[in-house]
């Protein structure tokens, strides 16, 4: 078997076992790990020196930093969360003000800056990016959700930028098959 037919394989298996463990996760127990994770990060070096933030908005199942974001914003940093574009298959950053009303379900049915009421942003800007993942790994493996998305983004973001991978504790994984497309995080932190 071809090494790129056998790394797609193994991802295709992580991402059935790691969805499933995901959605058996109890809503409590999740916002409850969510919480921890958003501590752990406020007291990281990372945070306390960012200016410019990227917040995903999770997907069902997944890590949720809305709370670490509306602290952010009161602190004065600039948040920043991804807008899907399905045509052309990849995601711009629009600049949030106001996580209540400047944000609305779009593609994939995950929240996004309404365009009308943010600004187009540069991935250049940012100082800090936080990004999901179904997998990760110590060495900063990322298994994503098969779309290429975040990969796609992360090859336009400044070298100094980092890279937070965000997860729960049972989402690691000894070592995330990668291919040459993939791109690494700086750092994974979990709850």
Do not use: W
């Amino acid at each position: 078997m071809r090494d790129s037919a056998r790394i797609a394989n193994l991802k295709i298996s992580y991402r059935h076992r790691l969805r499933r463990l995901l959605s058996d996760m109890k809503a409590a127990r999740r916002a409850s790990k969510s919480r921890k994770i958003c501590r752990r990060i406020l007291g990281t070096r990372e945070f306390r020196e960012a200016r410019n933030l990227l917040f995903y908005m999770p997907l069902p199942g997944e890590a949720s930093l809305r709370g670490l974001a509306a602290k952010s914003l009161k602190l004065g940093k600039k948040v920043y969360v991804p807008r899907v574009r399905l045509k052309t298959k990849d995601i711009e950053i629009r600049r949030i003000r106001r996580l209540a009303s400047e944000l609305r379900k779009g593609a994939y049915g995950i929240l996004e800056p309404v365009p009308a009421k943010t600004s187009k942003a540069e991935a250049r800007i940012l100082d800090l990016l936080f990004i999901p993942g179904l997998g990760f790994d110590s060495r900063g493996g990322r298994l994503g959700r098969g779309g290429g998305y975040f990969d796609r983004f992360l090859k336009k973001v400044p070298a100094r930028a980092i890279k937070m991978g965000v997860a729960f504790r049972e989402q690691l994984l000894s070592r995330v098959p990668a291919g040459p497309h993939d791109v690494r995080m700086d750092l994974v932190i979990t709850d």
